[in-house]
């Protein structure tokens, strides 16, 4: 999307298309009327009916895109929000004698607290089983509606009575225009706020997501949670023109309408569901009205056609536009698959400068201040001891690398200093605080930063954008519903994406750059995030050598000049002996030795460790 | 609550659990070894209920109805073999919502097609199997029976096939490295197709024996997948004992929640009150391997 069209005529393209949906919206009780006078057959009340209807559908549409879009959840409960909000306004008018504007205010929260709590059981489940937990909570609410006979009416359905200032479909047709309007404003702020950055990460890398500090659960909960309030709008509004609300509404097969309709429109971006609703509705009443049976067939092609032409997954939908567009028009400035940042982080590392302060902190390091102290840390799976009783201390500035041979430990240690698994026993005390056994957000905000063994990066956001998201959580905004995320901390996150040597592809998508330049990205959240233990994994698996040099050269770098303290495992000896100060050796989970490069270089039992796995290699073991 | 009642109502959750039993193995099959939620299984049991009784009512029941069933079994396979060559390859490792949504689709298609062919009007057939078997005061339908003694022999079936033949050797193995069977030199693409015509056919099995006992209308297909994804949930999906343990749950829920007056009204609540605990406590069901 990003890259489609130049930005200013981008911007202007898209204003024009919300500008003249708004109006096509605003126009159509008049446009009804007009089709009335030229063409006697069609019904303006009805036209503005449909028009009503397919306002309603957009609501609810965009509301189920919120979690769709932008979180990436499947729910088959969102219908049953949606049902919620219609009985709500229909069970207060009907057993309360509440005036029905008042139910109306109600229902959001009413489906809101019903989301909120629905929300909290379906979320004990991840993805499939996410969604599968979704529509059993849909079909348990659908039967308690069904067949709450006499609260609900059962299959009656509930009906209501609309003032009479309402009666009339051009003004009903207005008031819910406006309350739609109002909703859509206020998703809209959500989406391009700190907290629809939040969403987005998550949707993007869950794992990134909570390794900037993101809280997932809770984000998704909260998303969740205000999807069910807005459906709860959609629903109320449904019952003033239908004046009636049935048990069909929550069953579960009735959430294939804002999927369809979304599918339709587009997932990724904010009004494509509004555009889905009018095709959805039009499509409807001209089929459906001639061929009864046909429609199903017509609607299961179209989303046959969608999910199959859109090979990246339906969030990627305009990418098919992108590629249908290059296609038929090679544009000249179509550019930039991987591209390299062709070495600026080396050119701008002063070498003798570094070197000076290397000098100096060597000395200062083993009797420095110790950052994290890991006791008699082990982890058990069922029989295996992947790390067994292991303590060692990284100093404040330091450069510690963990080596060992493959099995040794080193990449579980890493994910239980991280968060990512619960150790079986044992402490980790950093900065003084024990974070033994908490989550990977937790850990994030203290103060740890990681790059993953596989790079974790959000691949569809640019450079910049993924360091402005860190900074976000790191600096606690992320729960804000409210201002532009992308203009937080703009300035900030260019001057880090230039201290890493990215500034100039900054504006680009972070998954299109080179290998070695995403790991640089992976450092610079790290540093976004104020972290001051910087953990790598294998920070050069898959690179070339060339890569390699430059890669390291840059931790050296920044490490010297941010005063961080690195802790890194690594396979390649060069690159351990040429950065490391202290070496941390492992085998089978345990600590075999630890020193500076040379103790270790010269020891007997590391070479014994290293000549034993390479015996076994080459008999082929 | 009489021991004759009890064997009563347990005889009509059995029979309950019989068909739905046949249908959730299919989808726990292809489950297992594709990966993927099949949305479209309730359609292909709509499909082989109408063959089966169109088919039966056009021959005359008994020997009709029996012709009917091997139809509507081939037929459905046919359909299963389509959808997975032209739908469910495009769509294998991709994210569950593709998945989800893709044999959603397929669903839609049918179930206009099934309108379109058959019309939208409840449809019944005479049972092949007629009369009744006396048991302590009370009458046992020889059908329901029957489908419970059918039930017992596919469960055998399908066993056998998995653990007995070659292909079901090859099955096992595609559920757990599907890259190193393919190296081996076995036909994974096919296999796949092969599953899934197996699936397709298990759904449309149950299909073929339901209709003598229900009403047949085209909304039938939603009301049976969402049944047959709470047993496949509750047994674990993927496992086909799973599947014949939570077919019998949800039998007797639904036959013992509607009998006693007091749950009479929410029977299927029940169901999905019990899909929901499952889901919490153990999320891969109570049969079910852990998902990697």
Redesign the interface.
Known sequence: MTRLLPDSRRDRLRWGVVLALFLFAALIPPLAGFEENVNPDASARFQIFLGTSALVLALWAISYNLM?GYT?M?SFAHAAYYGVGAYTVAILFKRYNVPVLVGLAAAPFVAAAVGLVTGL?AQ??V???F???T???S??LF??VY???DFTGGDNGAAITVPDQLTDYTTLYYFTAAVVAVCLLLMFMIVRSPLGAALLSIRENRQRAAAIGINVKVYELAIYTIASLFAGVAGGLFIFYQQQAYPEML???AN?QP?VVS?LGGTTTFLGPAIGAFIYVVLDNTISKQF??????V??????AV??AA?G??SDLPSVFVRLRERFRRSDDAEELPVESAGDAIRMFDVRKALASDAIQADEVHSGKTLLSIEHLSKQFGGLRAVEDVSLEVKQGDRHAIIGPNGAGKSTLFNLLTGQMKPSSGKVIFDGRDITGKPPHVIARTGIGRAFQITTIFPKLTVRQNLQYAMLAHGGYTIRPFGIANRMFHAEAQELAEAVGLGEWADLPAGQLSHGDQRAIEIAISLALGSKLVLLDEPTAGMSAYETDKAMELVRRLATERHLTLLFCEHDMSVVFSTARTVTVMYQGRVLTEGTPEQVRHNPDVQKVYLGELEQEELGA | MTPGQLLLFAVGGLSNAAYLFIVAAGLSLVFGALRV?NMAHGSLYMIAAFVTVVIANQIGAGLGFWAGLLVAVAVTGAIGGIIEVL?LR??YG?????Q???T??????V???V??TFG?NYRTVLSPIPGHIDVGGYSYASYSLFMIAAAIVIAVGVWAMLYRTNLGRNIRAAVADPDLLNATGVNVTRLYTTVFVIGAGLAGLGGAIVAPSQAISSSID?DVL?LA??IS?IGGLGSIVGSGIGAVIVGMVISFGLVIPATN??A??F???I??AV??VR??GLFGRAES
């Open positions: 769709l990436g499947v059981v004990r489940a993805r499939l089983y969604s599968l937990l529509l059993a909570i079909q348990l039967s308690l067949q709450s006979y069953y579960w097969t294939a999927v599918l009864p049976y046909q429609f199903d067939i609607l299961g092609a179209i989303v046959l999910v199959l090979p997954g339906v | 939620i739908v495009r769509v991709r994210e569950h919502l593709v989800l949504l893709g959603y689709a397929v669903s839609l298609v179930a206009g097609g309108r379109i939208a939603t969402v994804f709470a949930v009204p929410y299927l609540a169901v999905f009150i899909m929901t889901l919490i999320p891969r």
